[in-house]
């Protein structure tokens, strides 16, 4: 007999959740699964493409407003949103939210689970805890020393987590830094994430309409435009000032993905009057056919749970520039096909300036990627032992 799984993740918006959560679908083995995929708020375009025995499901509107911040809900003027978002944080405050999951579960899941996955931190923890799924697991991603998603409701978390009979953390950093914090060490369990070289491979090859001066250097970002958390908006500071002094003349930086700073990245770079030298591409499907012809990838982040486009750039023998976060210095061979450097202004800085002025170095480095592959063996094993019990 086929045992029910469910999977619970707020949004569907392009990122690093979900393109590890569709590998997870398609790489283990899920013959004896039946699997349900719930979005709470079916706000975005991923998961459009799932194996056959995935099932995409959504929340009702209780939780149209469950990933959205409050400032997010007050600009977007609509009652309707405003009033979910003060509503679901007035009964996350009181604990009134454990008696509201049961009412609303009842409504929107039509069977009982063997396991149920809280796949995002945060909210999605508080879903899945006050359910009755047999055996519940918390998939956590963030930095919790750096970000803690749950710092506003300490009480209600300290409850919720202890509700999972696995916390699932993407790395050893990760894991100390939620530990620091909440003590669960007998739950947790350290999984990797998974990447799908051959579905990437195969993305990049489709048709790109990107036109590539091969006399420049081309400089690719992917990623929600988040300047807190990305770091874009330091990024353009640092190619500003290196263009002052003449080093970014014969550069194109293009930047992919969409998020609530787009604007004010789009001034920024009109400020500093960078208008031929970045460019904000805005959200796509398959970021992957962009990286042909790329000569760095560059990812900025101030924090990263484990920067899984690092290994998404380095399957496409782009090398890559990244400030130091958890995972960083496991996933790139440090001056080898790619660069870590400390992560400030400065340390970014350094490293962009360094790459400029020794662009041969750039060039070993796309030369020992060309062998490139990551080992996913040993992650699928962990996670299919996960559905064993």
Known sequence: MKKNVLFVVDERCTGGVSVLLTDIFNMIDTTQLDIDLLVLHNRGKMFE????????????????????????????????????KIRLIAELKTGLIKKRIVWERKKILKKHYDYEIAFKDGFTAVFTAYGDSDIKYHWIQYNYRT????????????????????????????????????????????????????????????????????NKLNIICVGRLINSHKGYDRLIDIVNRLNQENLFSDCILRIFGDGPDFVNLENQIINCHLEDKVFLMGA??????????????????????????????????????????????????????GLIVENSTKGLYDGLKYLLENRAVLEEYKENLLNYIYDNREIICEINKLFDK
């Open 284 to 337: 796509v499907n398959n970021p992957y056919k962009y990286f042909n012809d790329q000569d760095l990838f560059i990812l900025p982040s101030y924090y990263e749970a484990f920067g899984l486009v690092i290994v998404e750039s380095l399957i496409l023998h782009v090398p890559v520039l990244a400030t130091k976060n958890d995972n960083t210095d496991l996933m790139i061979n440090n001056q080898k096909n």
């Open 49 to 84: 493409k799932l194996p056959s025995n995935v099932h995409l499901i959504f929340g009702n509107s209780y939780f149209d407003a469950v990933d959205l911040s409050l400032i997010t809900a007050l600009k977007s003027k609509n009652l309707k949103t405003i009033f979910h």
């Open 147 to 214: 970000a803690n998603p749950n710092s506003k409701y300490p009480k209600l978390f300290a409850e919720v987590l202890k509700k999972f009979d696995k916390i699932i953390a993407v790395s050893q950093g990760i894991a100390d830094d939620f530990n620091h914090i909440y003590h669960l060490e007998s739950k947790m369990k350290i999984i990797s994430n998974l990447v799908d070289n051959e579905r990437i491979k195969k993305l990049a090859k489709e048709n790109s309409d990107l036109v590539i001066d091969k």
